[in-house]
């Protein structure tokens, strides 16, 4: 338990810190409303659990020190990050030609399954993995256990993001009837958008 008040501090700074899955969780539950800001929500942590076990299973060191694994991994989060872009950009395109002032008053149907989306934007980002991978590890210490501590503090490190998340999901929820404006909504899809290509240079490049 030493080391855990220094470890909430960090993961705590890591968690604020805005990534891909607070920019999809914020536009899912403003454009489509709490029960899929909640989806959302709970996909993003069910795969943040698989790569934490991955890590502590030992898969994580296998798989970072290959680089052709890794590379790999980097373009299909790079890929899915751009196709996340391109239907974002395609529905405000097609948004701006066909509805009408009053078209985004209420919540928006969104065609795609919230969980789905958020499983898939969280486990194809590499980055998530590499993290855990260098991250868990500082806090060990000396511990007599220290698979049971990497369990521990990965645990703690999915409830501090998972409060913050959700924190996320029920504030712009209960915000979205103001920001549902056609302006309003485009602006946020083009921010998203945006945000979600230059995440994906980032993952690329990185």
């Known amino acids: 338990m030493t080391p855990l008040p220094a470890f909430l501090l960090a993961a705590a700074v890591v968690t604020l810190t805005p990534g891909v899955d607070a920019f999809l969780l914020l536009r899912t ?3 489509t409303g709490r029960r899929a800001g909640l989806l959302a929500l709970a996909g993003i942590h069910s795969a943040s659990a698989v790569q ?5 299973s030992g898969l994580g060191a296998l798989i970072t020190s290959n680089p052709a694994v890794l590379t790999a991994l980097k373009w299909i989060g790079a890929g899915y990050l751009v196709y996340l ?3 974002i950009a395609r529905g405000l395109w097609l948004t701006r030609r066909e509805a009408g002032p009053g078209a985004l008053g ?3 149907a969104d065609p795609a399954n919230p969980f789905a989306r958020g499983f898939l934007s969280n486990i194809t980002n590499p980055k998530m993995l590499l993290f855990s991978l260098a991250f868990l590890p500082q806090f060990i210490g000396a511990a007599a256990q220290p698979t049971a501590q990497l369990v521990f503090l990965g645990v703690v490190f999915l409830v501090v993001a998972a409060i913050w998340e959700l924190a996320i999901v ?3 929820a209960r915000i979205a009837g103001r ?3 056609p302006g309003v909504a485009r602006s946020l899809d083009a921010v998203s958008a945006t945000a979600f290509l230059t995440i994906s240079v980032g993952l690329v490049a990185g």
């Open 170 to 172: 029920l504030g712009a």
């Open 179 to 181: 920001l549902r404006r």
């Open 29 to 31: 539950s403003l454009r």
């Open 106 to 108: 209420g919540e928006v």
């Open 85 to 87: 872009a391109a239907t």
């Open 52 to 56: 934490v076990a991955v890590v502590i």
